[in-house]
């Protein structure tokens, strides 16, 4: 499940023909770690892909002392959008992941351990550059 986002179709299509060679393709040691284009998804439901275990999302939400989202998310990150929006008056669900895995740079554990690739959360189409954001079914 993916959600649509048209702004960042024209950076990324400015990553693919920054990143790939000449024939399309990056290969070998040369290759840019771009998940799902020169390697492996390791994340293909994105966020819940990746929190599992202590980093599961449910934990990180109630040390933020977050308020339940039983019965009203069944889908991460697609479904936390009906609150996080202008019209809820809550910061967009792409601020807060942006801030908190990128806040602390090059020491961000996402940084450090995932090397910070915008497609482990994102999804780009080779063929015509449309971006969307990976979700997938809450893991608890």
Partial sequence: MKTRISSMAVVAGLLLITTLGPAGVASGADAP????ITSNDPNPDGCVSCHKGEMLLKNKLAALDHRSIEGKVSVIPN??????NDEQGLDSIGAIAHSMHYAAGSKSDFVSKHQGSCLNCHQISTGDG???VKSGKKNW
Avoid at 33 to 36: A, D, Q
Avoid at 79 to 84: A, G, L, Y
């Fill in 79 to 84: 479904d936390c959008k009906s609150c996080h």
């Fill in 33 to 36: 770690y771009l998940p799902g």
């Fill in 130 to 132: 449309n971006v969307t």
